[in-house]
């Protein structure tokens, strides 16, 4: 993410295949100085060449933004809706940072705006003012390529739906976003699906369809797969919304686990089981981010 590091890895990369910044450029179609200033972290390549430079490199768009996302910060946020009748403002003026190895819970009513701006988090969506920086870089105006590499292997996702293939296994589930995203050799695919399937406990499941599956047996295949690409944040919108107590408490001591391994786990619940295991709670109220408590 850092373009200091990009930068490097270029450079790295470049010469590993003894290729000259003159040649590579050539390759890019750009000037020999445009290529410099890359490998100086001065600029970043262009998204819409960013694909072509990869394959030129041999290295794929994940490895090039691996990096480590140690915080998330919005400052003065807003995401307004003007619908025919009304504006809404959905998220207004929040400014938090979240950092990794951190449980956030975020709760509020519903209609106060956690979804937006989980939303915003997850760059699925983007604020209409105000800033969002990951790890101290201002996001707020990369394209949707860049974006999307970011979220694919930065960022995962669990929805109170659990958004399961019903055509897939549980294993092929949990490998759909290797395939998205390439981070993880073809060769290793697999074995790495049935590890997390094992971490989230469900290693005996690993060839059911999810109709197979009860609700919290599907939300744990949902967490291994969010887990896939071995991202640094993990977002989760109800997570346990459908889900009874016993299985809640499952969910959340797996999420918490998580968070102890260094990643930025943010969740957003009704529940006040979650009270337990958070180490920050927020709340939205009316598009407000507050926070409750510091512990
Ligand atoms: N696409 C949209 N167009 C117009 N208004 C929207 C849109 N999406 C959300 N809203 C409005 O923004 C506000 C916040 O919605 P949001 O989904 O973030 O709430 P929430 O806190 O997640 O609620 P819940 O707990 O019910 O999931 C609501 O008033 C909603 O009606
Ligand atoms: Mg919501």
């Not at 930068?7 to 990369?13: P, Q």
């Not at 100086?40 to 480590?68: H, Q, V, W, Y």
């Not at 809706?81 to 519903?110: L, P, R």
């Not at 390529?145 to 293939?165: C, H, K, T």
Request: proline share 2%; hydrophobic share 35%; glycine share 6%.
């Amino acid at each position: 993410m850092n373009q200091e590091k990009i930068g490097n890895f270029i450079s790295e990369n470049r010469k590993k295949l003894n290729m000259t910044q003159e040649e590579l450029a050539e390759k890019m179609n750009v000037s020999k100085n445009a290529v410099s200033k890359w490998e100086r972290g001065l600029n970043l390549p262009d998204a819409s060449i960013m694909e072509d430079l990869c394959k030129i490199l041999n290295i794929t768009l994940n490895e090039l933004f691996k990096g480590e996302y140690k915080n998330l910060e919005i400052k003065n946020l807003y995401k307004v809706y003007q619908t025919k009748t009304e504006k809404i403002i959905a998220v207004d003026n929040a400014t938090y940072k979240f950092e990794s190895g951190c449980f956030y819970a975020i709760m509020g009513h519903s209609g106060s705006g956690k979804s937006t701006l989980l939303n915003i988090l997850g760059t699925l969506d983007k604020q209409t003012s105000g800033e969002y920086l990951i790890n101290g870089e201002n996001i707020s105006n990369y394209d949707d390529v860049v974006l999307s590499a970011i979220r694919m292997r930065g960022i995962g996702f669990i929805f109170q739906n659990y958004s399961l293939d019903p055509n897939l296994k549980s294993f092929e589930n949990v490998m759909l976003p290797m395939y998205i995203n390439n981070a993880i050799k073809k060769e290793n695919r697999k074995t790495r699906a049935i590890k997390l399937l094992e971490y989230v406990n469900m290693g005996d499941r690993i060839n059911h369809y999810p109709k197979e599956l009860s609700g919290g047996e599907q939300q744990r295949v949902a967490i291994a797969r969010a887990l896939a690409n071995d991202p640094r944040v993990i977002i989760a919108d109800e997570p346990t919304g459908n889900l009874d107590e016993k299985n809640e408490e499952i969910i959340f001591s797996i999420l918490k686990k998580l968070s102890q391994m260094d990643k930025c786990v943010i969740v957003v619940s009704h529940n006040e089981n979650i009270l337990k295991y958070a180490d920050k709670v927020l709340y939205m109220k009316n598009g407000k981010l507050g926070v409750y408590s510091e512990e």
